[in-house]
């Protein structure tokens, strides 16, 4: 198992940490001869959506992400990544990739709740214990189409989701040392 992991800005390392715990191989990709390997998977990160956006324009990734995407390939978007692979950003035209039925609102908590950590469930792994998840400035999902799954509630918002072979979450998973999302992610691989 090989999974690429996008590395033009964000929290990459933690999950290229966390997925080599689980004994996947990881590549980091930070250009298009990078994307270009062979890859049972993709992460896209937390960070800044704006200027990961930017970063990806520039080196012509958005494109051939989107087409891989499109044609099954395996994604776990993690807060801005979730942002990235959102069809519908509340209040945005930018164009990103665009591949998953979802509408999101961006630092959906305002300022005061920027940052938090909480625990939640996750359908389709078993609790207790339930799983740690940390939210740094987090978007939340305000809408899903009809063939996503939504896979975790917090406080009466989704903060995770999969459509197909697509997995999005608002939180970071890999920073914490809970590796059940991950391992659910390389199940979907
Ligand atoms: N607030 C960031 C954005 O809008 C996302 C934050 C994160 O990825 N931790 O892109």
Redesign the pocket.
Same mark, same amino acid.
């Given at each position: 198992m090989k999974i690429a992991i996008l590395a033009l800005q #964000?929290?990459f390392a933690e999950h290229q940490q966390m997925l080599q715990r689980l004994g996947a191989e990881t590549f980091l990709v930070r250009n298009l001869q990078d994307f270009s390997q062979p890859k049972d998977g993709l992460i896209i &990160?937390? #960070?800044?959506? !704006?200027a990961?956006l930017r970063i990806m324009n520039d080196e012509g990734l958005l494109l051939p992400i989107q087409t891989e995407i499109l044609h099954g390939l395996p994604v776990f978007g !993690?807060?801005? #990544?979730m +942002?990235l692979l959102a069809k519908q950003v509340e209040g945005e035209q930018r164009r990103r990739l665009a591949t998953m039925d979802i509408c999101v609102r %961006?630092?959906a908590y305002g300022r005061q709740l920027g940052s938090f950590s909480t625990e939640g469930e996750f359908r389709g792994i078993p609790t207790p214990p339930l799983l740690p998840m940390t939210f +740094? %400035?987090? &978007?939340y999902i305000n809408n899903v189409e009809a063939d996503v799954e939504i896979l975790s509630v917090i406080d009466g918002h989704i903060v995770a989701a999969r459509q197909d072979k697509q997995l999005v979450c608002s939180f970071?998973p890999e920073l914490t040392s809970d590796p059940r999302i991950h391992q659910y992610f390389l199940n979907l691989c």
């Open positions: #964000g929290a &990160p937390g #960070g800044e959506s !704006t990961m !993690t807060c801005a #990544g +942002i %961006r630092n +740094i %400035r987090a &978007p970071h």
